[in-house]
């Protein structure tokens, strides 16, 4: 099944995201959303942030147009 597309929901949701001004020093970046939602917040969160594997938790917890326990 090919990847869900970002819905504008999505894209604003990623937009305030980058927007906030990130403190510098140790963090933990979190996020928990729809499987093409947490994606680019993962992404976002290793790149533009540089933090690692152990610094960030992306869950996928659904997938748009699933249905069923834990759809995805």
């Known amino acids: 099944m090919p990847a869900p597309a970002i819905t504008a929901d999505h ?5 305030w ?3 906030l001004a990130w403190p ?19 992404e976002h969160g290793g790149g533009r942030l540089a933090l690692g594997r152990n610094e960030t938790l992306a869950a996928a917890y ?11």
């Open 11 to 15: 894209a604003l949701s990623l937009l």
């Open 17 to 19: 995201v980058r927007l």
């Open 24 to 42: 510098t020093g140790s963090a933990f970046g979190w996020c928990a959303a729809e499987a093409a939602a947490a994606s680019p917040g993962r």
């Open 62 to 72: 659904w997938r748009r147009g699933a249905a069923g326990l834990m759809a995805g």
